[in-house]
């Protein structure tokens, strides 16, 4: 595993470990080509069941169980049979951005989960984008709904880097990314039990 490697896993793991609070649905990590950890029995255990691959974007959500429910590369997602979900192809995002794939749960919602995508580089103006999850759907296996590849105004620069945190109420979330047109400019969406303010 080369440094950049590491250092990756070791902010994917600080994100995570911040969504887990108290809870499993961060119990399962998976990243590059088929490589994860399962923390389920309380200890990491290596796992490849997850039929899914990526270069570097990658976020697994699981059940307050602990038990897989799907995982998104940034453009494509893949649900607990290792099946491409319902119009979860075609997703505007990038394989390839270190932080690029953001999976999280609307709060006060036990089954809408939204995900988000940021560019690779500066050179892609595809900027940052959200989609959403209905658990409800496709059985029980999850299905992209309609509100799909929806662009976020003030983050139309933002590049490689995402991350969420729980809001001050202890029941929101921001999501935050990078917008690296200028220095140092940050640009953060507020999801509550209502969606997602943009």
Same mark, same amino acid.
């Given at each position: 595993?080369?440094?950049?490697?590491?250092?990756?896993?070791?902010?994917?793991?600080i994100?995570?470990?911040?969504l887990?609070?108290?809870?499993n649905q961060?119990?399962?990590?998976?990243?590059?080509?088929?490589c994860?950890?399962d923390?389920?029995?309380g200890?990491?255990?290596e796992?490849?069941e997850?039929?899914?691959?990526?270069?570097?974007?990658?976020?697994?959500?699981?059940?307050?169980?602990?038990?897989?429910?799907?995982?998104?590369?940034?453009?494509?997602?893949?649900?607990?049979?290792?099946?491409?979900?319902p119009?979860?192809?075609?997703?505007?995002?990038?394989?390839?951005?270190?932080?690029?794939?953001?999976i999280?749960?609307?709060?006060?919602?036990?089954?809408?989960?939204?995900?988000?995508?940021?560019?690779?580089?500066?050179?892609?103006?595809i900027?940052?984008?959200?989609s959403?999850?209905?658990?409800?759907?496709?059985g029980?296996l999850?299905?992209?709904?309609?509100?799909? #590849?929806?662009?976020?105004a *003030?983050?139309?620069? $933002?590049?490689?880097k995402?991350t !969420?945190? /729980?809001?001050?109420?202890?029941?929101?979330?921001w999501i935050?990314t990078? #917008?690296?047109?200028?220095? *140092?400019?940050?640009a $953060?969406?507020?999801?509550?039990? !209502?969606? /997602?303010?943009?």
């Amino acid at each position: 595993m080369t440094m950049k490697q590491k250092y990756i896993f070791f902010l994917i793991a600080i994100i995570l470990l911040n969504l887990a609070e108290a809870q499993n649905q961060a119990n399962i990590w998976y990243w590059g080509d088929y490589c994860g950890l399962d923390f389920n029995s309380g200890v990491p255990v290596e796992t490849h069941e997850i039929h899914a691959a990526s270069g570097n974007a990658m976020s697994v959500m699981c059940d307050a169980s602990g038990n897989f429910l799907f995982c998104f590369d940034g453009t494509v997602v893949t649900n607990s049979e290792g099946d491409t979900m319902p119009n979860g192809t075609n997703i505007i995002g990038d394989r390839r951005a270190a932080m690029g794939a953001l999976i999280v749960q609307q709060p006060g919602s036990d089954h809408l989960y939204y995900l988000f995508t940021v560019a690779y580089n500066q050179a892609e103006d595809i900027g940052m984008h959200y989609s959403v999850v209905d658990m409800n759907l496709d059985g029980g296996l999850g299905e992209v709904t309609s509100e799909k #590849n929806i662009p976020l105004a *003030q983050a139309w620069a $933002a590049k490689n880097k995402l991350t !969420s945190v /729980l809001h001050a109420n202890g029941e929101d979330l921001w999501i935050i990314t990078r #917008n690296f047109k200028w220095d *140092q400019w940050y640009a $953060a969406f507020l999801l509550t039990s !209502s969606g /997602l303010s943009t």
